[in-house]
């Protein structure tokens, strides 16, 4: 598990949930880019999809069942 120490120079609208489709690598992006290049494989192949301010999300990867990702809603 690794810690991110927030700045305050990021936007945090701006957030997105990064996918490596060959690895599975997986990150929250807290600027706004077009491309990513995953940092483990380096592959290019890297979806982005943005996260709403209200929205959250939990992903496992597992041996059987692959890897699981869910996307909800903040509870207020």
């Known amino acids: 598990m690794s810690t991110v ?33 995953c940092p483990v494989c380096h592959s290019d192949e890297v979806s982005l999809i943005p996260i709403g301010n209200d929205e959250r999300y939990e992903y496992s990867l597992e041996p059987r069942q692959g890897l699981q990702i869910k996307f909800s809603l903040l509870s207020r």
């Not at 927030?6 to 990150?27: G, M, S």
Request: net charge positive.
């Open 5 to 37: 120490i927030l700045a305050k120079e990021y936007n945090y609208r701006n957030r997105l949930f990064a996918l490596c489709e060959k690895c599975y690598w997986t990150a929250t992006i807290l600027k706004k880019v077009e491309t990513c290049q």
